[in-house]
């Protein structure tokens, strides 16, 4: 767990400084899908694929670690290309400010938001 943290702080810190730049906004991401030739969409969804799948791995890792995952996404769920994209419009449409962050960032919270995880203690008082 102390390594995983340690790495996400670094990330963290990496990320106010490099990374927030050197990624496009939601908004602009969209819109950049929008108007890209079908070579340019398939790239696109294959770095939003990429991202997804890293949020994956992470919350097998802290689901390892008896952590609260980063989102709890229900069984039976498809998260495809077109649902991401259609994820990431509602949620800019209902908060505006996640159009201005960057796209990692806002997929991450559209996730969190439309997927959230019960805490353990939720769980218990639901059985009861």
């Known amino acids: ?21 050197a990624e496009v906004p939601a908004n602009e991401f969209l819109s950049r899908y929008h108007s890209a030739s079908d070579k340019g969409k398939a790239e696109l969804r294959l770095y939003m694929t990429g991202l997804v799948t890293a949020y994956g791995y992470a919350n097998t890792a802290l689901k390892a670690q008896g952590a ?5 996404v229900p069984k039976g769920t498809d998260l495809g290309d077109e649902e991401v ?3 990431m419009r509602q949620t800019i ?13 806002g997929l991450l919270v559209a996730l969190d938001r439309r997927f959230p995880c019960k805490s353990k203690k939720e769980d218990k008082n639901l059985d009861k």
């Open 1 to 21: 767990m102390r390594t995983l943290m340690t790495g996400l702080a670094m990330l963290a810190a990496l990320g106010t400084t490099q990374v927030a730049h």
């Open 68 to 72: 609260m995952p980063l989102y709890c």
């Open 85 to 87: 994209i259609g994820l």
């Open 93 to 105: 449409k209902r908060d505006s400010q996640i159009g201005r962050t960057p796209f990692g960032m």
